[in-house]
């Protein structure tokens, strides 16, 4: 049965809050350093997190921690270590025209500074950076800060279309400043953790399980299924 919502904004603190009560509250724990996850974060474009995930340590156990050596390599050294991610030929020329620009700026790799600036400003630096999108900004802004950026991946993508938080066709950038005009900071880390959780596990792409979902009495696409025929 449909739950009267008057506002998207309560629409979103009613997602929030039944995703807590069904998954927990993911806590913000940081992230080791920003330029590891920004890197990382490159070289998970179009692939699943084991893939890229071998490929980032592939990479570290090729070139230590040092990411001088990174950036100085043969391009075929790098495009063989960061294999397993895909898209090597468009990734290795892409991580190291990033390193660059980082040292340029900043003389060294780091990017700590960041913690101080806004998330608009922040965002403006990292999608300034050679083969860095705001997908991929966002993530280093929330996982490393808990800034006010709200990634957007294709599971959150999906059930932000599905529900009704947006269109069915509207882009991951326009869903990302709806989730940020509809609630607080503090709300994205875990909210982000808990609707790819809820991806994963129920509203899959090929056939959702609205059947198991705590979100029908909300969800557009459940309500305008009307008695929902599990055909996806
Ligand atoms: S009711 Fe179905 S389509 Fe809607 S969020 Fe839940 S699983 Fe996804």
């Given at each position: 049965m449909?739950?009267?919502?008057?506002?998207?904004?309560?629409?979103?603190?009613?997602?929030?809050?039944?995703?807590?009560?069904?998954?927990?509250?993911?806590?913000?724990?940081?992230?080791?350093?920003?330029?590891?996850?920004?890197?990382?974060?490159?070289?998970?474009?179009?692939?699943?997190d084991?893939?890229?995930?071998?490929?980032?340590?592939?990479l570290?156990?090729?070139?230590?921690?040092?990411?001088?050596?990174?950036r100085?390599?043969p391009?075929?050294?790098?495009?063989e270590?960061i294999?397993?991610?895909?898209?090597?030929?468009?990734k290795?020329?892409?991580?190291?025209?990033?390193?660059?620009?980082?040292?340029?700026?900043?003389?060294?790799?780091?990017?700590n500074?960041?913690?101080?600036?806004?998330?608009d400003?922040?965002?403006?630096?990292?999608t300034?950076l050679?083969g860095?999108?705001h997908?991929?900004?966002?993530?280093?802004?929330?996982?490393?800060?808990?800034?006010?950026?709200?990634?957007?991946?294709?599971?959150?993508?999906?059930i932000s279309?599905?529900?009704?938080?947006?269109?069915?066709?509207?882009?991951?950038?326009?869903?990302?400043?709806?989730w940020?005009?509809?609630?607080?900071?503090?709300m994205?880390?875990?909210?982000?953790?808990?609707?790819?959780?809820?991806?994963?596990?129920?509203c899959?792409?090929?056939?959702?399980?609205?059947?198991?979902c705590?979100?029908?009495s909300i969800?557009?696409?459940?309500?305008?299924?009307g008695?929902w025929?599990?055909?996806?």
């Open positions: 449909a739950m009267a919502v008057e506002t998207l904004q309560e629409k979103a603190h009613i997602i929030f809050d039944t995703l807590v009560e069904h998954y927990g509250e993911p806590v913000f724990q940081g992230c080791d350093d920003p330029v590891d996850e920004l890197i990382a974060t490159i070289l998970s474009a179009n692939t699943n084991a893939n890229s995930g071998r490929a980032f340590e592939q570290k156990a090729r070139f230590g921690d040092d990411w001088d050596a990174v100085t390599a391009l075929d050294a790098i495009k270590a294999r397993p991610a895909g898209m090597y030929n468009q290795a020329p892409a991580i190291v025209a990033t390193l660059e620009r980082i040292k340029a700026d900043r003389g060294a790799y780091d990017l500074h960041l913690a101080q600036a806004s998330a400003e922040a965002l403006a630096y990292l300034s050679p860095v999108g997908k991929t900004a966002s993530i280093v802004i929330l996982f490393c800060f808990n800034g006010a950026a709200f990634p957007v991946d294709t599971h959150i993508q999906r279309q599905r529900i009704g938080i947006n269109s069915r066709r509207a882009s991951a950038e326009k869903i990302k400043r709806t940020e005009s509809l609630l607080p900071p503090s994205f880390f875990p909210l982000h953790i808990n609707l790819i959780r809820h991806g994963r596990r129920i899959q792409a090929l056939v959702p399980r609205c059947d198991q705590p979100l029908q969800c557009d696409y459940y309500q305008q299924s008695e025929s599990g055909q996806g």
